[in-house]
């Protein structure tokens, strides 16, 4: 090949490095003909990300294809491509290329849960679903070892299915259990969550209150225009677990105040144009309250001025 200049590929196949002697290829497969995966705890969100992916799709094509695997009565279920997918409806398109894979129900979910982690931005929930499905999975086929597949393999070299997990998605086994307790709270709850309207740290803590008070407390902050910090939700949890916990007591706990944060943090790269270089924090403290003060007297001289206008 001549110095510098690049090899020419002419197919999908070669793309992706697929050989002709190997089991999959990628091929042009009729939307209609694919089926979500059931549970798919991976949200289509229609945002900017998704915008762009169907503008690139519209303008490229499709770079990437799509997983899938036949069904046994006919067609196939997607394991990746889910916004592809809804990308390539969304502009008219009826295929779209897919490897086609046969895979078990458990390698299914491995395989699903494994591709949507690349994702950039996953929110709470999405993990939350899709460590406990994995998790499950691995478990289910740690029990048959016959069927076991390369991807867990290591279950029968004394690792378990979690501490495989953790290496595998780059979490702590504290931090998966944790991330799967969310799975616990009712779906209001658990959306507010993903909205950040509450704070990782007390859902998980609030997981632990039977389904019935979460009900319950959906109300009490809907009251109180408040969600509980750390502290509140970590006693309502030891209040429900000793069996004192009602709506009375929920109001009482929300209805404490929370410590106000007050501090003001600017990044020092923002600051560093208004300093010599040599100066200590405490000077740029001092010049930084000097600089206010001063900012106060002038708007204070300015109001006093526009009074004595009128």
Request: hydrophobic share 35%; proline share 5%; aromatic share 6%.
């Amino acid at each position: 090949m001549e110095q510098g200049r690049k090899p020419k590929i002419t197919t999908l196949d070669e793309l992706f490095g697929i050989t002709e002697s190997g089991a999959e290829y990628v091929q042009e497969i009729p939307i209609s003909e694919i089926s979500d995966f059931p549970d798919h705890p991976f949200k289509v969100r229609q945002d900017e990300a998704m915008l762009n992916m169907t503008e690139s799709i519209r303008e490229n094509g499709v770079h990437q294809p799509a997983i899938v695997r036949p069904m046994p009565d006919g067609g196939y279920q997607m394991l990746s491509g889910h916004r592809r997918k809804v990308a390539c409806m969304a502009i008219g398109k009826t295929t779209i290329p897919a490897v086609v894979r046969e895979m078990s129900d458990d390698e299914a979910v491995i395989c699903m849960v494994e591709a949507n982690h690349q994702r950039e931005n996953i929110l709470p929930s999405e993990r939350a679903f899709s460590y406990k499905m994995q998790l499950d999975a691995m478990k289910r086929q740690a029990g048959r070892p016959k069927n076991n597949s390369a991807q867990v393999g290591l279950n029968f070299r004394g690792k378990q299915s979690r501490d495989i997990l953790a290496e595998q998605v780059g979490e702590s086994k504290n931090q998966i259990q944790r991330y799967i307790r969310l799975t616990e709270l009712v779906e209001p709850l658990l959306q507010m969550v993903d909205d950040k309207k509450i704070a990782f740290n007390p859902a998980v803590e609030l997981s632990y209150l039977p389904l019935e008070l979460q009900t319950e407390l959906l109300s009490v902050i809907e009251a109180n225009e408040c969600t509980p910090s750390l502290s509140q939700a970590q006693r309502m949890k030891q209040a429900a677990q000793d069996g004192k916990l009602d709506r009375n007591g929920m109001e009482f706990v929300m209805a404490e105040e929370k410590p106000q944060q007050n501090n003001i943090t600017i990044k020092s790269d923002k600051l560093s144009k208004y300093f010599p270089k040599e100066a200590t924090p405490r000077e740029k403290e001092e010049m930084i309250l000097k600089a206010l003060d001063y900012y106060c007297k002038v708007q204070e001289r300015k109001r006093q001025e526009r009074q004595f206008e009128r």
